[in-house]
């Protein structure tokens, strides 16, 4: 049978058993016609291709520019027509069997500096104690102890604006999380923060959240601090594109790793799962590294 007349049959297949659409059957029909056009260049048969055909295809793409997620799909129409020249007995095995799909690198988080975090609580902390009106200095207070209450713990913006008032722990030096999963996590609180946790609390009527707001949750949402966080980014002086609330998620991680915390550690005050979750952020980690070979390696360059 002819390479055109497999890939037809391969098709066939696929509509009749596994109902698959005319988008999808067209979207298989190029990656397999560019597939066997690479093995044609090559003299090779799909029923004699092997595994490195197919690492050398896929090393193709990559160089070509193709993004990870599509030679993933190309790959996933490749693997699924040499399974089925299997199941026709066709070929008898499989030569995608153990080739490792594309995988997209995850992007490094935003991460603000030091200086840039302490311009945003400094600027937030000046609005607070600053003469305005009572409703005024009541949301710039907020907005201060959300940021610093952010920052100190690495929480989620979910977690945060849903902290009830009895989370709060030891005189507020602690507080305890209900994360994803509803599982709890206690998180200590630096003197910073819990400072101004304490004046903010002297400001509340009785309530269970310590957050309040008069939305049909009763806690102040996402894209209402999101917006504050924003505003304030822009009167320090900083880029509010850069700005949100998971970046500061992203610096407290980043910033204790480059100051010396064990990951397990920062694992645990983020409310990850799995340990990979937070190998994200060893970027810093690999930046200290390489400082430190470069500055105290014998043959470094001084």
Request: charged letters at 25%; a positive charge; hydrophobic letters at 45%.
């Amino acid at each position: 049978m002819s390479e055109a007349h497999l890939v037809e049959a391969f098709l066939e297949m696929m509509s009749a058993e596994r109902g698959a659409a005319k988008n999808t059957l067209d979207a298989y029909g190029r990656d397999l016609a560019d597939y066997l056009g690479f093995l044609s260049a090559r003299k090779v048969l799909p029923s004699t291709a092997q595994r490195d055909q197919v690492v050398a295809y896929l090393a193709g793409l990559a160089a070509q520019g193709l993004s990870a997620s599509s030679s993933a799909r190309r790959l996933s129409a490749v693997r699924q027509f040499h399974r089925f020249l299997c199941a026709d007995n066709i070929r008898p095995d499989d030569p995608t069997r153990i080739v490792a799909s594309p995988r997209a690198r995850r992007p490094l988080p935003k991460v603000l500096s030091v200086a840039e975090v302490d311009r945003l609580l400094t600027t937030a902390e000046a609005e607070a104690n600053a003469d305005a009106s009572p409703q005024k200095q009541a949301v710039a207070l907020r907005l201060y102890v959300l940021l610093e209450l952010l920052y100190a713990t690495g929480m989620r913006v979910s977690e945060l604006v849903g902290l009830k008032r009895a989370a709060v722990m030891r005189d507020a030096t602690f507080l305890t999380i209900r994360g994803k999963g509803n599982k709890e996590r206690v998180v200590p609180v630096n003197d910073r923060a819990r400072d101004a946790m304490r004046s903010y609390l002297a400001t509340l009527e009785p309530g269970p959240w310590l957050f309040p707001a008069t939305g049909a949750d009763g806690t102040l949402s996402r894209q209402v601090f999101a917006r504050e966080l924003k505003g304030l980014a822009g009167r320090a002086g900083i880029a509010p594109a850069r700005v949100a609330p998971h970046v500061l998620r992203h610096a407290f991680a980043s910033h204790l790793l480059a100051g010396g915390a064990d990951l397990r550690v920062v694992q645990m005050l983020l409310g990850h799962a799995d340990i990979a979750t937070t190998q994200i952020y060893t970027h810093v980690l690999d930046e200290k590294l390489r400082h430190l070979v470069e500055t105290h390696h014998p043959l470094a360059e001084g």
